[in-house]
């Protein structure tokens, strides 16, 4: 007999773990590790130890492709010039916290969004600076503000709608900039590699929670200094029962869907 505990499924979790997850008859879960499956939506399956192999279906058997998620809430990227602006000249950002991404960081300071039906207090910044400003909300934000921007990756804000930022020490009024991000996955060429796919391919991934849901058009950025993290506003994060630091399952791309959790 053998104890399969809670640190063995982690450890193999890195690599993937099929679902449902084979446990011969003569071999046990720590509670803990019965929950650790439970709590991923993964089933266990009891099998014969002589026929174990055999009687779990092919595509159970592979490795499944599994990519954390981060939830964005709503936030600002400025260009030197607005952060003069709306905190004073020479003003520097003070970070608060590391972001997933290297180098990335929220800063201390917050601002206020004015749109034609309302505000947002307290929007996070988000540094370093940047040559272009941009405010990243979610649909929801869009009808507490009274505008309604369209589904853009970021840095594309060319015809975005704009919106007034309030500061410290003054307004700025963006012309364009204001818009909803594009869900993304982040990742690094070893992790491209590793899940075989490439720079702008887009992913179909399903979600593995209490609400089954496949985003189907999940664009892919490489870059050296990325970590493997899959990008999502609140609405969507809230629509899908995501929280940072779930994960999804990797189960195609570019319109084609070639395995998927079922149940
Ligand atoms: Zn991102």
Do not use: W
């Given at each position: 007999?053998?104890?399969?505990?809670?640190?063995?499924?982690?450890?193999?979790?890195?690599?993937?773990?099929p679902?449902?997850?084979?446990v011969?008859?003569?071999?046990?879960?720590?509670?803990?590790?019965?929950?650790?499956?439970?709590?991923?939506?993964i089933?266990?399956?009891?099998?014969?130890?002589?026929?174990?192999?055999l009687?779990?279906?092919?595509?159970?058997?592979?490795?499944?492709?599994?990519?954390?998620?981060?939830?964005?809430?709503?936030?600002?990227?400025?260009?030197?010039?607005h952060?003069?602006?709306?905190?004073?000249?020479?003003?520097?950002?003070?970070?608060?916290?590391?972001?997933?991404?290297?180098?990335?960081?929220?800063?201390?300071?917050?601002?206020?969004?004015?749109?034609?039906?309302g505000?947002?207090?307290?929007?996070?910044?988000?540094?370093?600076?940047?040559g272009?400003?941009?405010?990243?909300?979610?649909?929801?934000?869009?009808?507490?503000?009274?505008?309604?921007?369209?589904?853009?990756?970021?840095?594309?804000?060319?015809?975005?709608?704009?919106?007034?930022l309030?500061?410290?020490?003054?307004?700025?009024?963006?012309?364009?900039?204001?818009?909803?991000?594009?869900?993304?996955?982040?990742?690094?060429?070893?992790?491209?590699?590793?899940?075989?796919?490439?720079?702008?391919?887009?992913?179909?991934?399903?979600?593995?929670?209490?609400?089954?849901?496949?985003?189907?058009?999940?664009?892919?950025?490489v870059?050296?200094?990325?970590?493997?993290?899959?990008?999502?506003?609140?609405?969507?994060?809230?629509?899908?029962?995501?929280?940072?630091?779930?994960?999804?399952?990797?189960?195609?791309?570019?319109?084609?869907?070639?395995?998927?959790?079922?149940?």
């Amino acid at each position: 007999m053998a104890l399969i505990t809670e640190t063995q499924l982690r450890t193999q979790l890195v690599k993937g773990l099929p679902n449902p997850f084979p446990v011969k008859e003569e071999d046990k879960l720590t509670p803990a590790a019965a929950d650790f499956l439970k709590d991923r939506g993964i089933a266990v399956m009891r099998c014969t130890s002589s026929a174990d192999t055999l009687i779990l279906p092919v595509n159970h058997m592979t490795e499944r492709k599994l990519i954390p998620v981060g939830v964005s809430n709503r936030h600002v990227h400025l260009s030197p010039e607005h952060i003069n602006a709306l905190f004073g000249s020479g003003y520097t950002l003070t970070p608060l916290r590391e972001l997933s991404q290297k180098g990335q960081f929220a800063a201390r300071e917050t601002l206020t969004l004015l749109g034609p039906k309302g505000i947002l207090q307290h929007v996070r910044i988000l540094g370093p600076p940047r040559g272009v400003s941009q405010v990243e909300i979610s649909r929801t934000d869009g009808y507490a503000l009274g505008v309604h921007p369209p589904v853009r990756l970021s840095g594309d804000v060319q015809g975005t709608p704009g919106i007034t930022l309030i500061g410290v020490s003054g307004a700025v009024v963006l012309q364009e900039g204001l818009i909803l991000a594009k869900n993304h996955v982040h990742m690094s060429p070893a992790d491209a590699q590793a899940l075989e796919v490439t720079q702008g391919d887009r992913l179909i991934v399903q979600t593995l929670g209490e609400r089954r849901l496949l985003f189907a058009d999940t664009i892919v950025r490489v870059s050296e200094q990325f970590s493997l993290d899959f990008h999502i506003d609140v609405d969507e994060a809230n629509a899908a029962f995501l929280n940072t630091g779930d994960q999804v399952q990797l189960i195609g791309r570019n319109g084609t869907i070639t395995s998927a959790e079922r149940g």
